[in-house]
T-cell receptor, first 113, second 115 residues
Framework: NAGVTQTPKFQVLKTGQSMTLQCAQD?????MYWYRQDPGMGLRLIYY???????DKGEVPNGYNVSRLNKREFSLRLESAAPSQTSVYFC????????????FGPGTRLTVT | AQSVAQPEDQVNVAEGNPLTVKCTYS??????LFWYVQYPNRGLQFLLK??????LVKGSYGFEAEFNKSQTSFHLKKPSALVSDSALYFC?????????????FGTGTLLAVQP
């Protein structure tokens, strides 16, 4: 049982380059989430998907797009990377029903130069 | 506005001593509260939750948390700290409803346990 997996683990981009972060879960959860973690700011929600075929903006969606490919997979795309997007990105799933806890992937450390 | 506050950036405690990591929340309705732990270069791991019932909730690794409705607090506690407990701890509260269930996280508290 892999839980939530993310690829890649590390990535360095130049300003203006694009990339897609991949996330998959094998727990049959309806809901999936993308967060970014920055020092002193905790985790901030970028986008979430309450079910296959739906996506909604979170707290910090600017500069990102998402795709809920199927129930298992939820990808995050940076179309034109900026240094302000240097962060650690976490994917999570769960929260569908009581007790609403979410399960997290190992994270992707992204540096934009 | 719905929010979670962790007033301490860092908590230092000696091994064997009790520890407390503080969390207060502001949310409409009955709160669903969570504690997560993050070890260096790892994702977040679920520690414990409060949904309803007893105000003292027990979780993984000997941690417990006390829910106090009048003080809108959900402090994390452990009777005897271990060096291996050193990590970043996050408090979170559920917001939304129906098919939309999101968590709002505090800014995190770094726990440092000295041998």
């Amino acid at each position: 049982n892999a839980g939530v997996t993310q690829t890649p683990k590390f990535q360095v981009l130049k300003t203006g380059q694009s990339m897609t972060l991949q996330c998959a879960q094998d727990m049959n959860h309806n809901s999936m989430y993308w967060y970014r973690q920055d020092p002193g700011m905790g985790l901030r929600l970028i986008y979430y998907s309450a079910s296959e075929g739906t996506t909604d903006k979170g707290e910090v969606p600017n500069g990102y797009n998402v795709s809920r490919l199927n129930k298992r997979e939820f990808s995050l795309r940076l179309e034109s990377a900026a240094p302000s997007q240097t962060s650690v990105y976490f994917c999570a799933s769960g929260g569908d029903r009581v007790p609403y806890e979410q399960y997290f992937g190992p994270g992707t450390r992204l540096t934009v130069t | 506005a719905q929010s979670v506050a962790q007033p301490e950036d860092q908590v230092n405690v000696a091994e064997g001593n009790p520890l407390t990591v503080k969390c207060t929340y502001s949310v409409s309705g009955n709160p669903y509260l969570f504690w997560y732990v993050q070890y260096p270069n790892r994702g977040l791991q679920f520690l414990l939750k409060y949904i309803t019932g007893d105000n003292l909730v027990k979780g993984s690794y000997g941690f417990e948390a006390e829910f106090n409705k009048s003080q809108t607090s959900f402090h994390l506690k452990k009777p005897s700290a271990l060096v291996s407990d050193s990590a970043l701890y996050f408090c979170a509260v559920r917001v939304g409803g129906g098919a939309t269930n999101k968590l709002i996280f505090g800014t995190g508290t770094l726990l440092a346990v000295q041998p």
